[in-house]
């Protein structure tokens, strides 16, 4: 089976531009849940969509918006971006089998790195 | 609210020495425990997690991790490393019977390994 893969891997904006994140997630996982890792904040969690409903949001501010469509590939937006939204953005899929949706292993993607200069 | 402590930040080792990656977490409800790993310019992958029964967890390439309620930790472990083995660990916790998958991450251990 192939991986968790986003499009593209490389990406350089600059200030005040919009951008968007495309993420396919394995074949048959419904969940998929985004994270943006930077030096100085780690890993943090910015939203998880299942069945394309938003079921969860970390805190970030309303810049930041994504989407599921109905093959489960996700895509997340970033509006008016600024310096600090420089990061890696990892996508991560899961297939909630069973024990629960906390219980389920997540598949990462090897990320988008985005530069915001 | 949940969140996960990596005391570490760096740890040097030699090869074939063992190891020990320490993770703290603190939560309110009960969580699920995970270990990942991270490569230079890869995603993250993961080693090993701990959902309920034996708190002894063996993972992939050799590691393993322990569950303690009592001391809410989850350390990492491997009995002898490779030079292979290094790279970032984080430690991660979701929450039971959450409704979703969230995961909420350590600062992450660097593991560097030398000859």
């Known amino acids: 089976k192939a991986g968790v893969t986003q499009t593209p891997r490389y990406l350089i904006k600059t200030r005040g531009q919009q951008v968007t994140l495309s993420c396919s997630p394995i074949?048959?996982?419904?969940?998929v849940s985004w994270y943006q890792q930077t030096p100085g904040q780690g890993l943090q969690f910015l939203f998880e969509y299942f069945s394309e409903t938003q079921r969860n949001k970390g805190n970030f501010p309303g810049r930041f918006s994504g989407r599921q469509f109905s093959n489960s590939r996700s895509e997340m937006n970033v509006s008016t971006l600024e310096l600090g939204d420089s990061a890696l953005y990892l996508c991560?899929?899961?297939?909630?089998?069973?024990?629960?949706?906390?219980?389920?292993?997540?598949?990462f993607g090897p990320g988008t790195r985005l530069t915001v200069l | 609210a949940q969140s996960v402590t990596q005391l570490d930040s760096q740890v040097p080792v030699f090869e074939e020495a063992p190891v020990e990656l320490r993770c703290n977490y603190s939560?309110?409800?009960?969580?699920?425990l995970f270990w990942y790993v991270q490569y230079p310019n890869q995603g993250l992958q993961l080693l090993l997690k701990?959902?309920?029964?034996?708190?002894l967890v063996k993972g992939i390439n050799g590691f393993e991790a322990e569950f303690n309620k009592s001391q809410t930790s989850f350390h990492l472990r491997k009995p002898s490393v490779h030079i292979s083995d290094t790279a970032e660990y984080f430690c991660a916790v979701s929450y039971m019977n959450s409704g979703y998958s969230t995961l909420t991450f350590g600062k992450g251990t660097m593991l560097l390994v030398s000859p």
């Open positions: 074949s048959g996982h419904r969940s």
């Open positions: 701990y959902l309920s029964g034996s708190t």
């Open positions: 939560s309110s409800v009960s969580v699920y």
């Open positions: 991560a899929s899961s297939l909630e089998a069973s024990g629960g949706a906390g219980a389920d292993t997540q598949y």
